[in-house]
């Protein structure tokens, strides 16, 4: 679900069914970083493993994700994550990774900075570029390509 939303691990394991509305695709996050709200939209894939866990989730537990104990939410993935890493046979990663990783694939899809901004809840367009502005060098390039393929038609055509 992480590399699904883009959300940041505890505004994920925090989550609480009553901020997340199946028949609209989203989530109000109540509590995040910034200390405001935001809406949260689902894609397909997410929406659909949310619905899958609602349908397996405990009678009553007010957590999308809770702890295992029973007392609380999710806080601490690393043994799940070290068992799937182990078995996908990958060394380093972190739950943050998968964060990095929606960004990511959101601008080399070529996803508009300010759009990838909101989806992360990043607070100015700033912090955003810091990270994944140079992501839209391959981009660019593959648009600067188009440009050149339709020149070297031309050019082909007329010689």
């Given at each position: 679900m992480l590399l699904?939303?883009?959300?940041?691990?505890?505004?994920l394991?925090?989550?609480?069914?009553?901020?997340?509305?199946?028949?609209?695709?989203?989530?109000r996050l109540l509590d995040s970083k910034?200390?405001?709200?935001?809406?949260v939209v689902l894609n397909s894939l997410a929406l659909d493993l949310m619905h899958k866990i609602k349908e397996e989730a405990a009678p009553g537990c007010p957590w999308v994700f809770p702890a295992r104990n029973g007392g609380g939410h999710l806080v601490d993935v690393r043994?799940?994550?070290?068992r799937a890493m182990e078995r996908a046979g990958i060394t380093d990663?972190?739950?943050h990774d998968m964060r990095r990783s929606f960004a990511s694939l959101a601008v080399n899809a070529g996803v508009d900075l300010y759009q990838v901004k909101d989806l992360?809840?990043?607070?100015?367009?700033a912090v955003t570029q810091r990270s994944y502005a140079h992501l839209q060098q391959?981009?660019?390039?593959?648009?600067?390509?188009?440009v050149a393929k339709t020149i070297g038609q031309a050019q082909a055509m007329a010689g």
């Amino acid at each position: 679900m992480l590399l699904l939303t883009g959300l940041r691990r505890m505004e994920l394991f925090k989550l609480r069914w009553s901020e997340v509305e199946l028949d609209k695709a989203s989530v109000r996050l109540l509590d995040s970083k910034s200390g405001h709200g935001r809406t949260v939209v689902l894609n397909s894939l997410a929406l659909d493993l949310m619905h899958k866990i609602k349908e397996e989730a405990a009678p009553g537990c007010p957590w999308v994700f809770p702890a295992r104990n029973g007392g609380g939410h999710l806080v601490d993935v690393r043994k799940a994550l070290w068992r799937a890493m182990e078995r996908a046979g990958i060394t380093d990663l972190r739950p943050h990774d998968m964060r990095r990783s929606f960004a990511s694939l959101a601008v080399n899809a070529g996803v508009d900075l300010y759009q990838v901004k909101d989806l992360l809840g990043h607070s100015t367009v700033a912090v955003t570029q810091r990270s994944y502005a140079h992501l839209q060098q391959g981009t660019l390039r593959s648009a600067s390509e188009v440009v050149a393929k339709t020149i070297g038609q031309a050019q082909a055509m007329a010689g």
